[in-house]
C-alpha cells in the first residue's frame, strides 16, 4: 500500500524545510532507542521537536499501514457500521486520525490525546493538509493519559504503539479507562514483536472478562491458542518516498511492518471461519496455510485437485480472514 496522497504530500510539505542530514541522525538515535524496548527512566522516547519530526518521518508511514490494516480487518468484520465519534489515545502526530477517516469517511468527530506539545504542534500542522473535513477539524487536547482525564463516550476508540511506552502497573488501568467510554469498539495496535503481542494478549483476556467481544483478527472469544514462544503478529508492506529512504538511509523501495493488534466489540462481528497466521505457502501441488480456528491451531492444505478451492487458496493472503464457506 501506498500513504494516502494528501498524507503523503502533507509530509512532504512540513519535512520540506528540515535538512536530510539532520533528520537521518536524528531517526538513528531514535530508532536506537525505540529498537531498546522498554521507555527511557523518564518515561518517553520522544526529548525534542526534532525527535517529533524525525518520527514523522520514519515511523509515521509504517505506523499508518499497520493501523489501516488492522482498522480494516475490523471494517470487514462489521461492514454495516459506520462510527460517527472517535477518540485516539496517545495520537502522536495523529496517525490513526488519517487511517481511520480513510477506513470510515463518514467519521464526523475525531478527538485526539496526546501530552507532548511538538506532536500536537506537528500533528495539527499535518492536518491542515488534510482533504477530510474530519481531519482538519479534529480536536488535539494536551492529556497524559496517565494522570485524570475525562471524555464523552465515542463509538470507535483507538490506541496505538502507546501501550508498549507504558510502566506495566498501568496498562490495564488504562484499558479499562478506554473501554468504559468506547460505545462500539475498541482497537489496539503494537509492535508485533514477543513484547508488543504479550501486551495485546494480556488487553484481550481484560476486556473479554470485561464482556467484550474480540472481532479482529480472533475467530472467537475463547483462550489464545498461541503457545511455544510463538506471537500472533502481521504485516502490512508500505511504500517508501523518497524522504523516508534518506530519513532511514535505506535502499528499499518498501518496508514491511510487523503489527499485532486486537478489535473489541461491544457487538459480534460477522463468523469467520480462520484467520491466516502466516504467508501461505504455495507448491507446486498443494498450498499451505497456517490458521487460528475455534478449534485451535490448524495447517489446512489445499491440493491443486481441488481446483476452485486451490484457485481460492492462491488469493488468500497472511492476515485475512476465512468466511465460513471458505
Ligand atoms: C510511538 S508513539 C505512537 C503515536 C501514534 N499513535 C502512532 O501510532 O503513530 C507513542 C505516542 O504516545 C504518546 N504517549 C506516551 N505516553 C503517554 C501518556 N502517558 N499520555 C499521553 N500520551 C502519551 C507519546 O508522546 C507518543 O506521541
Not at 468527530?109 to 511538538?118: F, M, N, V
Not at 496517565?146 to 507504558?166: C, F, H, I, R
Not at 467484550?212 to 511504500?239: G, T, Y
Request: glycine fraction near 4%; charged fraction near 20%; proline fraction near 7%.
Amino acid at each position: 500500500m501506498d500513504l494516502p496522497t494528501d498524507l503523503r504530500l502533507a509530509l512532504t510539505n512540513e519535512l520540506a524545510n528540515i535538512p536530510q542530514k539532520s533528520i537521518a541522525a536524528t531517526v538513528e538515535r531514535l530508532s536506537n532507542r525505540y529498537r531498546g524496548g522498554h521507555p527511557p527512566a523518564e518515561g518517553t522516547f520522544l526529548h525534542t521537536s526534532a525527535d517529533v519530526i524525525a518520527y514523522a518521518a520514519y515511523r509515521l508511514p509504517a505506523t499508518f499501514a499497520a493501523i489501516y490494516a488492522a482498522l480494516n480487518e475490523t471494517r470487514k468484520r462489521r461492514p454495516d457500521w459506520q462510527p460517527r465519534t472517535m477518540l485516539d489515545a496517545g495520537a502522536g502526530p495523529g496517525t490513526a486520525l488519517w487511517a481511520a477517516s480513510q477506513v470510515w469517511p463518514d467519521l464526523a468527530q475525531i478527538a485526539l490525546l496526546e501530552r507532548d506539545d511538538d506532536m500536537i504542534a506537528f500533528g495539527k500542522q499535518l492536518a491542515t493538509h488534510a482533504r477530510s473535513a474530519a481531519v482538519r477539524e479534529a480536536t488535539w487536547q494536551k492529556v497524559d493519559l496517565l494522570g485524570q482525564w475525562e471524555s464523552e463516550p465515542k463509538d470507535l476508540v483507538t490506541t496505538a504503539y502507546v501501550l508498549n511506552e507504558l510502566p506495566a502497573s498501568q496498562r490495564e488501568t488504562l484499558i479499562n479507562k478506554l473501554w468504559s467510554i468506547t460505545t462500539d469498539t475498541l482497537v489496539i495496535i503494537e509492535p508485533g514483536t514477543p513484547i508488543g503481542f504479550s501486551h495485546i494478549l494480556q488487553a484481550r483476556q481484560q476486556l473479554i472478562a470485561a464482556g467484550a467481544n474480540i472481532v479482529a483478527p480472533c475467530p472467537h472469544n475463547l483462550p489464545c491458542p498461541m503457545a511455544n514462544n510463538d506471537w500472533c503478529h502481521f504485516a502490512q508492506r508500505i511504500a517508501r518516498s523518497q524522504l523516508q529512504r534518506q530519513a532511514k538511509q535505506a535502499t528499499l523501495s518498501y518496508e514491511d511492518e510487523k503489527f499485532s493488534y486486537i478489535a473489541a466489540s461491544r457487538t459480534k462481528g460477522l463468523p469467520i471461519r480462520a484467520r491466516v497466521l502466516r504467508h501461505p505457502q504455495i507448491r507446486p501441488g498443494h498450498i499451505h496455510l497456517e490458521l487460528c480456528t475455534p478449534e485451535g491451531l490448524q495447517n489446512s492444505i489445499v491440493t491443486r485437485k481441488d481446483k476452485a478451492a486451490f484457485r481460492e487458496a492462491r488469493a488468500i493472503e497472511w492476515g485475512n480472514a476465512l468466511s465460513p464457506d471458505h
